[in-house]
DNA sequence: TAGGTTCAAATGGCATACCATATCGCGGTA
DNA sequence: TACCGCGATATGGTATGCCATTTGAACCTA
């Protein structure tokens, strides 16, 4: 997941503090960054602070501009565009296999995170984080690490843009709240047709109230 | 793509020399890789001997075996499942895409390829460098490059198998020429539906072909 | 004042050194 | 002979040093 493990090694905790960084927006897009700088500001070496910023070029969340190195990645609109066309093909497929798949303690946590949901409609960051835990389980419940190591990604990807989320409007929020029930109860209904359409047509709202926000360009 | 570049640094190098042993069957899953042994063969230092493996590790290529050090991954056939799963949704996006998107040039040289490939039905090797240059060349044409990362990955894992490709079997070479060629005509007559139920079966006989096999378990 | 030149600081890439730990083999002892 | 313990070795993790390149800016000159 996305969560804040306890990183063992060093890497990993640059790798996190360097994402977190630039999910919570104290990093923006087009920020550069440096081995140096990471290093002095985490308390580490030059070393496992590379790697960490390595990965997470590696995973598009930094961008390494030629001649002057790595830099907050911008997402243009047609970047855009392609990661909202791969995530709904993908999270449509991970709700039809969380249909099938799911255990049943699993949909049982599925479905009380949706009876948390409707509670923290006032709270913004409280939302937001609720959304991904959301998704997340979702992912957990298709058992499929592929299909959930990329989706998490390009969730990421999606979060370090500055147009950050749609959830930012209260509306969209309410609207949510009903998507996510719905496609929660898809799943426990082990409905994987309507699942996968639910999923498919959420993802889809997300990118047009996303569209909507009207942000400039990267 | 998965091509040969001649990598501009050093850690570019170490992935693509060890990626490259693990397609080849040079080296087969379960074999330990260290950094030294890596950095020894490559003629190079540690540093970037390790940036390329634990690129290589980031996309499942290697595990780490938690107190014995980097293998090269082992798929079990529920790993095999999944990546079949996912490839199958992706390719089918990825297919519909392409007919959408493709620019004239590149429908060109999609049917190029395909023309290329039935001479090439005896030469297995010839035809194994071909299957991946005629998908990568699909994924170029839909302009999609998280879906075409993404399904690469795929690919490199799937190539470390020991259990290989199905094409070993010359029937299954006869049968892929076909299958190819039905897909780049509905691409090229951009018939996006046509293309991502064409580009599904593909990946589910191959999938099939490859259980066929019926070699142990990794 | 405008433009060019030069030099210092920043930065990435690579190599190497150091340390802790784990593995494996060798030898000694019961 | 079998088992136990100790030490050499292998290995990963981290720190640091060196070098080439580039940038940015101060300074000099026309």
Redesign the pocket.
């Known amino acids: 997941m996305t969560g804040r493990s306890t990183s ?6 640059a790798y996190e503090a360097v994402r977190d960084a630039i999910a919570d927006g104290t990093l923006s897009p087009g920020d ?8 002095d500001w985490l ?9 960490g ?2 990965r997470l070029q590696a995973e598009g969340l930094l961008a ?1 501009h ?5 830099v907050v990645a911008s997402i243009d609109n047609e970047a855009l565009k392609e990661i909202f066309v791969a995530r709904e093909v993908m999270e449509r497929a991970i709700a039809g296999q969380a249909a099938r798949n799911a255990s049943g303690p699993e949909m049982d946590q599925l479905i009380a995170l949706t009876d948390r949901e409707a509670g923290l409609v006032e709270d913004r960051d409280a939302m937001i984080r609720h959304n991904r835990a959301f998704h997340g389980m979702i992912r957990s419940c298709a058992h499929n690490r592929y299909l959930m190591k990329f989706t998490n990604t390009l969730e990421d990807i999606v979060a370090a843009d500055r147009r950050g989320t749609s959830l930012v409007d209260i509306a969209r929020r309410h609207a949510v709240i009903g998507e996510h029930r719905a496609l929660a109860e898809a799943i426990a209904a082990r409905d994987a047709g309507k699942a996968e359409d639910l999923a498919a047509h959420h993802i889809r709202q997300s990118y047009a109230a996303r569209l909507k926000l009207k942000l400039p360009e990267s």
Not at 32 to 39: F, V
């Open positions: 063992s090694n060093l890497a990993d905790h550069r960054i440096s081995e140096y700088k990471t290093a308390k580490i070496s030059r070393t496992p602070a590379r790697e910023l390595l390494n030629p001649r002057r190195g790595l």
